[in-house]
């Protein structure tokens, strides 16, 4: 157990480098702001009430606020690589600045589907929602280019947040695990990206065997790299809402910042999947954006996201409830929480009957 001594070096060690991350990151949004390259036209501005800088701000230091006390309370650990690589970090940093006249000039002309009409090699095949220049970002999903840059381009996006909301995941699989044994279990990340949630995942439980899907190959090429520190890692290139496993498959589900993403039909089809491939008495936690409602005062900056960084089916998500996508499986809701801009929702499904019963 550690000293006191030992944990206040940690929460001293946590805060300064939290510090520095949100610094770096909330300031390069506002560089890019400047340089108009996350600035939406002022006519298409809802209407309604914003958060203020400061009101966001403080709810970015609740949200690690609340990363802290997990860590302290032994849910996980202390991030592996909570300050960078000061290279890595320039480097990004210089490529992502790159792109911002880039990004300005596709969202003044509506330049969402170049990524369609002129394809990139391999990405013929893809389903046509996803083959568009998400947030406005070149190449969409589907570079090498576009995949070495996403993690830094969506902590720029939450202010040096998005590491801390995606570790909420780690609670209820926490939960879940403890007193399991798991090197003989298997969890599945649902676009799963470039792997940064896995990484956290395989930090905390090494011998957990996890599969990282997606559908895009530069970004399960940059996961593999991304888990190469560890063992017992997948990836499989395949659509959320047509995964090519077995029934039953997989011990934990998580899903982060997928659903947002998908038509309304095509969401309905990936949660009856996920709730498919899960085993009995397994848990499914999905994370996405904050919808309407959940924070009343984030409503307004939620109609402008999808104006500011073409999200084309965002308006349809945060409309309506997405748990009873997976309510209506058969799986029980066990947890609900929301962490800055992001709503986490844990559900269960139930455990096998006994024979005879």
Same mark, same amino acid.
């Given at each position: 157990?550690?000293?006191?001594?030992?944990?206040?070096?940690?929460?001293?060690? #946590?805060?300064?480098?939290?510090?520095?991350?949100?610094?770096?990151?909330? +300031?390069?949004?506002?560089?890019a702001a400047r340089l108009g390259g996350n600035r939406p036209d002022p006519d298409? &501005?809802?209407?309604?009430?914003?958060?203020?800088?400061?009101? *966001?701000?403080?709810? /970015?230091?609740?949200?690690?606020?609340?990363?802290?006390?997990?860590?302290?309370?032994?849910? #996980?650990?202390?991030?592996?690589?909570?300050?960078?690589?000061?290279?890595? /970090?320039?480097?990004?940093?210089? &490529?992502?600045?790159?792109?911002?006249?880039?990004?300005?000039?596709?969202?003044?002309?509506?330049?969402?589907?170049?990524?369609?009409?002129?394809?990139? %090699?391999?990405?013929?095949?893809?389903?046509?929602?996803?083959? =568009?220049?998400? $947030?406005? =970002?070149?190449?969409?999903?589907?570079?090498?280019?576009?995949?070495?840059? #996403?993690? $830094?381009?969506?902590?720029?996006?939450?202010? !040096? +947040?998005?590491?801390?909301?995606?570790?909420?995941?780690?609670?209820?699989?926490?939960?879940?695990?403890?007193?399991?044994?798991?090197?003989?279990?298997?969890?599945?990340?649902?676009?799963?990206?470039?792997? &940064?949630?896995?990484?956290?995942?395989?930090?905390?439980?090494?011998?957990?065997?996890?599969?990282?899907?997606?559908?895009?190959?530069?970004?399960?090429?940059?996961?593999?790299?991304?888990?190469?520190?560890?063992?017992?890692h997948h990836a499989v290139q395949a659509p959320a809402e047509a995964m090519p496993?077995?029934?039953?498959?997989?011990?934990?589900?998580?899903?982060?910042?997928?659903?947002?993403?998908? %038509? &309304?039909? *095509?969401?309905?089809?990936?949660?009856?999947e996920m709730a498919r491939v899960l085993k009995p008495g397994g848990l499914l936690?999905?994370?996405?954006?904050?919808?309407?409602?959940?924070? %009343?005062?984030?409503?307004?900056?939620?109609?402008?996201?999808?104006?500011?960084? $073409?999200?084309?089916? #965002? !308006?349809?998500?945060?409309?309506?409830?997405?748990?009873? /996508?997976?309510?209506?499986?058969?799986?029980?809701?066990?947890?609900?929480? /929301?962490?800055?801009?992001?709503?986490?929702?844990?559900?269960?499904?139930?455990?096998?009957?006994?024979? !005879?019963?």
């Amino acid at each position: 157990m550690a000293t006191v001594t030992e944990r206040a070096a940690g929460r001293v060690a #946590y805060a300064v480098g939290q510090a520095a991350r949100v610094g770096w990151f909330f +300031g390069q949004y506002a560089l890019a702001a400047r340089l108009g390259g996350n600035r939406p036209d002022p006519d298409a &501005r809802p209407p309604g009430p914003f958060p203020s800088t400061a009101e *966001v701000l403080a709810d /970015l230091r609740g949200l690690l606020r609340r990363d802290w006390r997990n860590i302290e309370a032994g849910l #996980y650990r202390m991030p592996h690589d909570l300050v960078g690589n000061p290279r890595r /970090l320039l480097a990004d940093a210089a &490529r992502f600045l790159r792109d911002v006249p880039e990004v300005q000039r596709r969202r003044r002309s509506g330049g969402n589907a170049e990524v369609f009409r002129a394809p990139l %090699p391999g990405s013929e095949k893809l389903p046509r929602y996803y083959r =568009q220049n998400f $947030h406005f =970002q070149t190449d969409g999903y589907l570079s090498d280019r576009s995949a070495r840059l #996403y993690d $830094h381009q969506v902590e720029v996006l939450f202010g !040096g +947040g998005a590491d801390a909301m995606r570790r909420q995941v780690l609670v209820p699989v926490a939960e879940h695990l403890h007193g399991r044994p798991v090197r003989d279990l298997r969890l599945l990340d649902v676009a799963a990206g470039t792997g &940064r949630f896995l990484t956290f995942v395989k930090d905390n439980w090494p011998r957990l065997d996890v599969t990282a899907l997606d559908l895009s190959a530069p970004y399960l090429a940059q996961a593999r790299r991304t888990l190469a520190p560890w063992s017992r890692h997948h990836a499989v290139q395949a659509p959320a809402e047509a995964m090519p496993f077995p029934d039953a498959s997989f011990d934990v589900v998580t899903c982060i910042f997928l659903l947002h993403e998908l %038509p &309304r039909k *095509v969401r309905a089809r990936a949660a009856a999947e996920m709730a498919r491939v899960l085993k009995p008495g397994g848990l499914l936690v999905v994370m996405d954006s904050l919808q309407t409602g959940d924070k %009343p005062r984030f409503d307004a900056l939620l109609r402008l996201f999808p104006v500011t960084f $073409h999200e084309p089916y #965002y !308006g349809d998500y945060v409309a309506r409830d997405f748990a009873p /996508l997976f309510t209506a499986q058969g799986l029980a809701e066990e947890r609900r929480d /929301l962490a800055f801009m992001s709503k986490l929702v844990a559900f269960r499904r139930s455990a096998a009957p006994v024979a !005879g019963s």
